[in-house]
């Protein structure tokens, strides 16, 4: 009874074989990125609470100044004619770059646990989408935000798990505000269409910052914006199609395919919500993970 464990031929053929399915699962992982493919979500991340994010004070005055996201937000964000917003990233230089990292910045040093519920809302969607920006513009030029590959781990891909700033003496990363904050504090699926993920097959984002006196308006907007855009939802020869948002996260929006459906109908145009009065079941998910930049030809008149 030493116990001491020494390694046989059968031990050292399994974790050969264990190391070769790793790496077998990584070069598929690169394939997929260089054909453009999107990779599988299906096990995306679960709302788990951060009851430490719980905290808040009704009787707040407090008012957190998003007017600089605000002044971003009006020089980059260009609306195209195909009903995607996209962002002038080549343009962000000089002072407007300076002007967001002050921004986040101000945001970093807030005083989040003594902000009413809805000022808080506000403040983790405007947190969450500047960040988002940031982390592009950082890497920036990047075909996709799949190719940031600052999250720890070896089998992470994305700038998702990486912790970006600190709050209340907290480290705090784009996964924790989503699917630890926002998600399980508010069990809202409202919230998949105002939090952006920097790529074309994503909801837009806001032109204006999140507001605290306009949040239940700009969410049920955000959510008719997407749901009738081909991105959201769209009828093809076999049947409907949708986001892959709605595949990945389909717990938030009720669990089923016809859940989802009554979802989709609850924001829905009447064209499309007469096509599904008649579905069933959705046929296909689709997603672009492109990243949301401007074509030259569109930012020439954008100041930086």
């Known amino acids: 009874g030493t116990g001491r464990y020494e390694l046989g031929s059968g031990d050292c053929a399994l974790g050969m074989n264990i190391l070769f ?25 679960k709302a788990d609470l951060w009851s430490r994010w719980q905290m808040n004070d009704p009787s707040s005055q407090i008012r957190i100044d998003h007017s600089p996201w605000a002044d971003f937000l009006k020089k980059f964000l260009i609306a195209g004619k195909d009903g995607i917003t996209r962002v002038a990233y080549a343009k962000v230089k000089g002072e407007s770059r300076r002007r967001l990292d002050a921004y986040i910045g101000e945001l970093s040093a807030a005083p989040v646990s003594r902000l009413r519920r809805a000022e808080q809302f506000a403040y983790w969607v405007n947190l969450y989408n500047a960040l988002t920006i940031k982390v592009i513009l950082d890497h920036y030029p990047v075909a996709s935000i799949l190719r940031i590959n600052i999250s720890p781990g070896w089998f992470a891909f994305g700038p998702w798990d990486k912790k970006l700033i600190v709050i209340e003496g907290e480290k705090v990363s784009l996964n924790d505000i989503e699917h630890r904050i926002l998600r399980p504090i508010w069990r809202d699926p409202r919230i998949h269409y105002a939090v952006n993920c920097a790529s074309v097959g994503c909801p837009n984002v806001a032109p204006i910052p999140w507001e605290a006196e306009r949040l239940e308006a700009m969410l049920d907007k955000a959510a008719r914006d997407y749901i009738n855009h081909p991105r959201g939802a769209h009828f093809g020869r076999w049947g409907l199609i949708v986001s892959s948002i709605f595949e990945w996260y389909a717990v938030d929006f009720g669990g089923s395919d016809a859940a989802v459906i009554q979802h989709l109908r609850k924001f829905a145009s009447q064209a499309l919500a007469e096509h599904l009065e008649r579905a069933e079941e959705i046929f296909n998910h689709e997603y672009n993970w492109a990243l949301n930049d401007a074509p030259s030809e569109a930012i020439s008149g954008k100041a930086n």
């Open 21 to 45: 399915r790793k790496m077998t699962l990584a070069l598929l992982f690169l394939l997929a990125l260089h054909l453009g493919a999107a990779p599988v979500r299906a096990a995306a991340p």
